[in-house]
């Protein structure tokens, strides 16, 4: 039995198509939202998180808006509920953060959390294409990375007004909301391409500490958000920095076109390989490039089935579940790079308090 907290547009066209395609009969699913006339078929209705945390769970799924996530959360620790997945970002204030960072220094409750994002499941292509390259992985340490470049464009439309606006991610029709601050590219899409990439590093054994800078940002008029606007939301954004001692920079758009852009990244080795990582509608592209030799991969499938199977109990047969030492280092991770992006933000937007 898995329940859901909230049940908007990422339940129903990213969560259940996934848990559907995975074919998890045995699954009973719950749902609640902050609308009770919200419903979704195949969820049983719950009347209140109250009522849904006295039913025996085997998962709990927090995939509100990032700002209830935090209260969601709460309640969920002081439950039996075994297992809490919460959608990214695991927070959205550096209060929340601090307080989760404290909370989760309690190896109990630690065990009981997954910061969720879905990038993570991109790794595994970036792994296959690797270790089948006829002459072996290229990548022996650290120090034979050059540089790294992370990207998330995304496809955006215009206005009435003719302005740039953001596509609903689920239907492409363009979405109507007032993005506000933190709901922007640097804590929103910034944290996708830091997830996938310290997981990948981790993969490899590879140190991933970040250090990073706000180059630029602006909002989605490409406009400069001035010192002390703790409003608007950031429609692009470019940060620079370190990770694992490596050069890094980040560009993220949320108002790319109707095209949009790269959504992967790019790693740069000193002997001059290169090997890159684009998401073309429902497959990952990967290449590498080295001496006028290219090796493609083609990963199809839709990121939500890769890593639900590997994170939800009961999924898939014959699938094991990330265990208890994986899920905190990957939440402590999550946390660390959240904190960070929050950090920054802050530092831009009201460097005086």
């Known amino acids: 039995m898995l329940g859901f907290v909230g049940l908007g547009s990422v339940v129903e066209s990213a969560w259940l198509p996934a848990l559907s395609r995975l074919a998890a009969p045995r699954l009973r699913l719950l749902g609640v939202d902050s609308d009770p006339a919200r ?18 769970l085997q998962g709990l799924l927090v995939t509100t808006n990032s700002a209830a996530h935090w209260s969601v959360l709460q309640q969920a620790l002081d439950s039996e509920v075994a297992q809490i997945i919460v ?5 959205a204030t550096l209060a929340e953060a601090a307080a989760l960072a404290q909370q989760l220094a309690d190896p109990a409750l630690a065990g009981r959390v997954l910061a969720l994002d879905h990038w993570t499941a991109r ?73 996938m990439l310290r997981e990948w590093m981790v993969a490899n054994g590879l ?28 429609g692009r954004a470019e940060l620079a920095g370190t990770i694992g001692g490596v050069p890094l920079t980040l560009h993220l758009d949320k108002y790319a076109g109707p095209d949009g852009g790269r959504k992967g990244l790019v790693v740069t080795g000193h002997s001059g390989w290169q090997l890159s990582l ?73 460097p005086i308090s």
Not at 168 to 180: C, H, K, S, Y
Not at 208 to 218: P, W
Request: glycine letters at 10%; aromatic letters at 4%; a negative charge.
């Open 39 to 56: 419903t979704l078929p195949g969820v049983e209705p719950v009347s209140s998180l109250a009522a849904m945390l006295s039913q025996p």
């Open 87 to 91: 959608e990214k970002p695991v927070v």
């Open 123 to 195: 790794v595994e292509g970036l792994q296959t294409l690797l270790g089948g390259l006829p002459g072996g992985s290229p990548l022996h340490g650290i120090h034979d990375i050059l540089r790294i470049d992370g990207y998330v464009r995304e496809r955006s439309g215009c206005n009435e007004q003719g302005e740039p606006c953001a596509l609903n991610f689920a239907t492409g029709e363009p979405d109507r909301r007032q993005l506000r601050h933190p709901d922007g590219v640097v804590l929103d899409t910034g944290t996708h391409v830091l997830a």
């Open 207 to 234: 140190p991933c500490g970040l250090s990073l800078h706000l180059r630029a940002m602006t909002d989605r008029l490409g406009q400069t958000i001035p010192v002390g606007d703790v409003a608007t939301a950031e």
């Open 278 to 350: 684009d998401r073309k509608g429902n497959s990952d592209l990967l290449l590498f490039e080295h001496q006028g030799q290219r090796h493609e991969l083609q990963r199809p499938g839709a990121l939500y089935d890769y890593c639900l199977a590997a994170c939800l109990p009961d999924c898939q047969p014959g699938i094991e579940t990330l265990g208890r030492a994986v899920r905190q280092a990957m939440t402590r991770r999550r946390l660390e790079e959240v904190t960070l992006l929050l950090e920054l933000q802050q530092a831009w937007r009201n």
